[in-house]
């Protein structure tokens, strides 16, 4: 074991776990948002496997999840419209924290495989990895705050 392997074991034992948990039980708005951290969480955890066990097919495993993970969500989003309208998420601060952890993530792989075409690939991965949670997060909590139009 190395350390990336030790912290994908850290990423999916707490966080996965606590996902599963909450998926499993309580309200529908605890469901959902259970839902969405799942994949931002699994995401993070694919990728610190890729590079533990040199593994770059897992990467595309990452991509793909980063891709189709909040699309789920927002499709749950729109199917839950009415039952979410009444008792909406409140996940702010869960949100915003699994977006540190896969910024970190990110960043720390891409210093590891310097400059290169695989470290594009792990920028375009955290950028639909964070973008997708956040928006999927807000369209769960019924969208984003309205500014005033000047």
């Known amino acids: 074991m190395n350390a990336w392997t030790v912290a994908a074991t850290a990423v999916f034992a707490g966080g996965v776990g606590a996902t599963v948990w909450g998926v499993a039980t309580g309200p529908l708005r605890r469901r959902v948002v259970a839902q969405n951290l799942s994949t931002a969480l699994a995401c993070p955890g694919l990728l610190l496997l890729s590079q533990g066990y040199d593994r770059p097919s897992y990467v595309d495993l990452a991509l793909i999840l980063a891709l189709l993970g909040p699309v ?10 009415e039952d979410l309208a009444k008792d909406p998420p409140r996940a702010r601060a869960l949100t915003y924290t699994t977006a540190g952890l896969g910024a970190v993530v990110v960043l720390a792989l891409c210093a590891a495989a310097g ?36």
């Not at 789920?72 to 729109?78: E, P």
């Not at 470290?119 to 500014?147: E, P, Q, Y």
């Open 72 to 81: 789920s969500t927002l499709v749950f989003a729109r199917l839950l419209a």
């Open 115 to 150: 400059p290169s075409r695989a470290m594009v690939k792990l920028l375009v991965i955290g950028a639909l990895l964070i973008g997708g949670n956040v928006v999927a997060s807000r369209a769960l909590s019924g969208g984003f705050a309205r500014r005033g139009h000047g």
